[in-house]
């Protein structure tokens, strides 16, 4: 498979009181096209840092983010802007849907944004949502959309624009398990359809069976990648609720 997100020695300090903090230290990692990632850690593990790094909306200190070969880091803030536009999907915590606007139209923002608003596009917006168990509430507000069906609406928001990444910042933290495992696993499936690279921060390590990878962090910095099926399957089996 072909890397399609990659970092580099990244690493971003902060200074608090005459402290230096570094929230994220030294840290490389790789993400392949069509792999679902699970970025894990206890609070304070750099893990949520570092996703704003590699979305481009912190800047790191030091060290490189490549996207399909292209440094995202030191990009100038327009060109950055727009990168990011075409080629990162993000899914936040909260799904973040405007109110005032249907299921179909929150996803069809994303395409209006980045300029590819056309007949064809909406038309796969459609089916993505119908993909997602949707296909019935289109034109539903997010107030008449349950917790479970808002975040598959920001998934979908999330992949219209044919991203190379995908970011998820604990998409399930306000679900019950049922849907949470319900979210990520339509998630999984998504990623490994239409080949994206998939990156998913999580405090609920049940969620991992689901993901390709592993990467833990701690003082943040990576200790340790897992890759091995069986000893990610005893990860999320063993897996409880910890602090996010």
Known sequence: MTIALETHGVTKIYHTGGIEIRAVDDVALHVEAGEFA??????????????AILAGLLRPDRGQILIEGEELGQMKDARRTKFRGHKI????QAS?????????????????LTGQLTTEKQREAKKL???????ERLHNLPSQLSGGQQQRVAIARALVHNPTVVLA??????????RSFQVVRTFADLIHEQNRAGIMVTHDLRMCRHVDKVIQMLDGRVRKVITNRAEILALAGEGEKVAA
């Not at 973040?96 to 209006?112: R, S, W």
């Open 38 to 51: 699970a970025l894990v850690g206890p609070s304070g593990s750099g893990k949520t840092t570092m996703l």
């Open 89 to 92: 999907g993000f899914v936040f």
């Open 169 to 178: 910042d604990e998409p399930t933290a306000s679900l019950d398990t049922e």
């Open 96 to 112: 973040n849907l405007l109110p005032y606007l249907t299921a179909l139209e929150n996803v069809e923002l994303i395409l209006k």
């Open 129 to 135: 949502l119908t993909r997602l168990g949707l296909g």
